[in-house]
């Protein structure tokens, strides 16, 4: 998988809580890394002349693991490179210190979401192992002929730390994990879309519920605050939860160029994944991105899909536009490079810069980008956030060019509104419900919603007559197992709204958000228990809490 950097360990001497080794790339150069498990740190560093006497250099990388997963549904990763270091050197670092820190969850995460994917499916397992290694060699040939561009200088960094990642959690006892295993879960949101581009599915993947996500970019009616909010829907194999800070101090394109200018980033992520995968970014830029999936159910865009060139993942450039970006359009436009048109999203992109309290939002405030196979639209969509107050997601595109483009029209036709941007479920509660929110904890409210019983708009032609599905958080685990549905997205399973994610004006000068983990539970929903759902012995949970009853809590960075 690595592009050029394929690295081997050794000497490394294991002492009770702290391990001190040598690691050698293929090049010769040896770094020395300490690592201190009971306190959750490790630093990275270069040695030269080894031979000769080990000259120590400054240090490359420095990470800061907190594991209190179990008491607020979070572990805090933070990761700092050294800018005064080569970027090569920093990225494999920093992949290495979170690889060997975070080893055990790594391994948790993957076998909950990867260990059985490929079970009665080997023949598209084996399409995608021949197509990621296909455009590993093309990225690898650009880098070679590119690598003095951002972008593609970006790229590149971008393997070296996923390469540090592989290398550092194969360090811990007992881990087995390949590097293809490391690829295949940063990348596992892509695979699944994968199914429909190589006609592996027989059903839609709109009609199975492959929707992840609902958001919201809400202005307050004072003006007095900008508010970004997010929940991820997915299986419950998922919530093995992290949120993390990496101020990776890159070069633009080069040792001698600028740091980059989105250096430093928050996000909501999981065990060795290098995007959010969610997704939710908070920038220093004062760039807050976000997603929600909104699919492609156009079969004949994916025409010879299995050609790997001029394609970049799209995980991939969403980090990379992050890091170089320092404006919404400028983020629109580093993203619609090499376009591999899977896991296509609506992505929002808030620039807090251009939001004043007490001021309309400045044009550029909100920039819409919608990717489907073949096409990326951007979009203006400040106006309609002041003219509305708020701007909803809930993974229908909102550009009539992409819409019909991407087959929603046919989906209406068939199965009504469902599948319409103005009449769906959520945008009609969304509509609703946006004008209670005036803080942070009535947006939280709004976020965590789901009366599925007793709210009409969350009503359906089912049996019974609703689904908790239809809802901003859904709780698709509550559908009984013996109701019918006309489609499988409104059906019970292990699937739903596991967590919350908000930040706002304020809560982005000093990176912070306001987040919770688990499905939602209230007055009316029970709170989620394995030991007491069917889905118990059906899908993996290693590591997770038998019950998701945490409160929301705020991120409290300690690398500053």
Known sequence: MSVNMKVSIVILLLLPEIIYGYVHSLSGEKYLVKVDVENGTCLFRKYENVTSGQTEVPWLAKVLYRPTYNKTGWDYLEVETNPDTDDMSQAYGAGYCEGVLTC???????????????????????????????????????????????????VKLFYRQMDGIYYGQKRCKNQSLSISDILWMNMLTEIEEMKDAFNFST????????????????????????????????????????????????????????????????????????????????????????ETTIGNENKTLWNDYDNPVNKVSTLARSIISNRLARYGYDWANYYANFNNGLYNNQWMIVDMNRFLPGIYPKIGTLVVVEQIPTLIKISERTNILIKQGYWPSYNIPSSPEVFNLSGNVELVKKFGDW?????????????????????????????????????????????????????????????PDNGTYPIPALSHRSHGAIDVKITSKFFTQNLQMMIVCGPSSGTRLPVFNWSRSDFKDSVSHIGQPDVFNFSSIITDWLLK
Not at 147 to 152: G, V, Y
Not at 427 to 454: C, E, H, P, W
């Open 419 to 479: 599948f319409s941007y103005e009449n769906s479920p959520r945008a009609k509660i969304f509509k609703r419900d946006q004008t209670n929110v005036k803080s942070m904890g009535t947006l939280m409210s709004l976020m965590r919603y789901n009366d599925y019983k007793y709210d009409p708009l969350s009503r359906c032609n089912c049996t019974p007559p609703y689904s908790a599905e239809n809802a901003i958080a859904s709780r698709c685990d509550l559908n």
């Open 203 to 290: 059903t839609s993947s709109k009609l199975k519920g492959s929707g992840r996500c609902s958001a919201i970019v809400k202005l307050l009616p004072d003006l007095s605050d900008l508010y970004v909010a997010h929940n991820t829907w997915t299986g419950y194999q998922w919530m093995l939860r992290q949120v993390k800070k990496y101020k990776l101090n890159y070069h633009i394109s080069n040792n001698l160029s600028d740091i980059i200018p989105g250096n430093t980033m928050v996000f909501s992520g999981y065990p060795g994944t290098l995007p959010s995968i969610d997704d939710f970014y908070i920038i220093n830029t004062g760039l807050v991105v976000l």
């Open 104 to 154: 055990k969850s790594i391994k948790y995460h993957w076998t909950n979401v990867l260990n059985n994917f490929c079970e009665n499916q080997t023949e598209f397992c084996n399409k995608v192992q021949h197509y990621l290694s296909g455009n590993l060699e093309w990225i690898t040939q650009m880098i070679r002929l590119h690598d003095d561009t951002p972008f593609w200088h970006q």
